[in-house]
């Protein structure tokens, strides 16, 4: 199974969502107040992860450059969409299935079928379900 995967990962700070070159191991995070360099060539200080926090607007332009660095350009068709693992809790890690839009490049929000918007900055994309299905996307 392909799960589309970037060198880069997400964090709020300064009442955005800001991307950060590499990629944070589990368990491992920011504290609030720590100076992060961001792929927007920007030294923010970082914000506590909070449920708040994650619905912060994504910085146009760490979008942008993280778009740019990971290439992914998909051909059509339909993928299965989740959240990524540390913004929500596993029980609610399902796969949805979404649509990706004409010209096949990554939107800001996926779009499932069942309604439910997952923000790209906070997705995880595989041309498969992985893990637990989401049944209202399945019968859609």
């Given at each position: 199974?392909n799960?589309?995967r970037?060198?880069h990962h997400?964090?709020p700070?300064?009442?955005?969502q800001h991307?950060?070159?590499?990629?944070l191991?589990?368990?491992?995070?920011?504290e609030?107040?720590?100076?992060?360099k961001?792929?927007?060539?920007?030294?923010v200080?970082?914000?506590?992860?909070?449920e708040?926090?994650?619905?912060?607007p994504?910085?146009?332009?760490?979008m942008?450059?993280?778009?740019?660095?990971?290439?992914?350009?998909?051909?059509g068709?339909?993928?299965a969409?989740?959240?990524?693992?540390?913004?929500?809790?596993?029980s609610k890690?399902?796969?949805?299935?979404?649509?990706?839009?004409?010209g096949g490049?990554v939107p800001?929000?996926?779009l499932?079928?069942?309604?439910?918007?997952?923000?790209?900055h906070?997705?995880?994309v595989?041309?498969?379900?992985?893990?637990?299905?989401?049944?209202?996307?399945?019968?859609?």
């Open positions: 199974m799960v589309i970037s060198n997400w964090h700070a300064e009442f955005r991307a950060i070159p590499g990629i191991p589990p368990g491992e995070k920011h609030g107040g720590e100076t992060i961001t792929l927007c060539k920007r030294s200080s970082a914000a506590q992860r909070t708040l926090t994650w619905q912060w994504v910085c146009d332009e760490c942008q450059a993280a778009k740019e660095l990971s290439g992914v350009v998909f051909t068709g339909t993928v969409v989740r959240f990524a693992a540390g913004v929500v809790s596993d890690r399902q796969s949805h299935m979404a649509t990706v839009p004409e490049e800001a929000s996926w499932t079928f069942c309604g439910l918007e997952i923000p790209a906070q997705a995880e595989s041309q498969h379900p992985t893990g637990m299905p989401c049944v209202c996307c399945m019968v859609e």
